[in-house]
Nanobody, 128 residues
Framework: QVQLVESGGGLVQAGGSLRLSCAAS????????MGWFRQAPGKEREWVAV???????IYADSVKGRFTISRDNAKNTVYLRMNSLKPEDTAVYYC??????????????????????WGKGTLVTVSS
C-alpha cells in the first residue's frame, strides 16, 4: 500500500525557515515526478513546485528564490526547504507523486492537478 507522510510543519515567524519532508512507502518513487502543493484557509489548492523524475523542475512565482525542492531516492523521501517565509505562505502543504509521463502542464493545472499519489498534508503557519 502506497503511503506518503509529510512532516516538518509548524509555527514559524516571518522571515524564518522550515524544511518539510515527505516520506514515501509502498514502492520506490525514484522514477516518478514529484511536487509540493499547498492550500491556504478558504482558498483553492495551488502548486508550489513540481519536478520531473530527471531533475527538471519549476517553481511557482510566489515562492521562486525562497523555496527549494530536493529528493533522496535512497530514502524514498522528498523535501521542501522554505526560507524567508511570509504570512501568506501559511497553508497545509501536500506532497504528491506522479507517473513520469505526466507533463508540467498536467501537474500544474488546477484545481485538479494530475498527480497520482497524495499525502495528507502538514500545516505551516507563519506569524507576522
Amino acid at each position: 500500500q502506497v503511503q506518503l507522510v509529510e512532516s516538518g510543519g509548524g509555527l514559524v515567524q516571518a522571515g524564518g525557515s522550515l524544511r518539510l519532508s515527505c516520506a514515501a512507502s509502498g514502492r520506490s518513487f525514484s522514477q516518478y515526478n514529484m511536487g509540493w502543493f499547498r492550500q491556504a484557509p478558504g482558498k483553492e489548492r495551488e502548486w508550489v513546485a513540481v519536478f520531473r523524475w530527471n531533475g527538471d523542475g519549476i517553481y511557482a512565482d510566489s515562492v521562486k528564490g525562497r523555496f527549494t525542492i530536493s529528493r533522496d531516492n535512497a530514502k524514498n523521501t522528498v523535501y521542501l526547504r522554505m526560507n524567508s517565509l511570509k504570512p501568506e505562505d501559511t497553508a497545509v502543504y501536500y506532497c504528491a507523486f506522479a507517473y513520469s509521463s505526466r507533463s508540467f502542464s498536467e501537474m500544474t493545472r488546477g484545481p485538479r492537478y494530475d498527480m497520482d499519489y497524495w499525502g495528507k498534508g502538514t500545516l505551516v503557519t507563519v506569524s507576522s
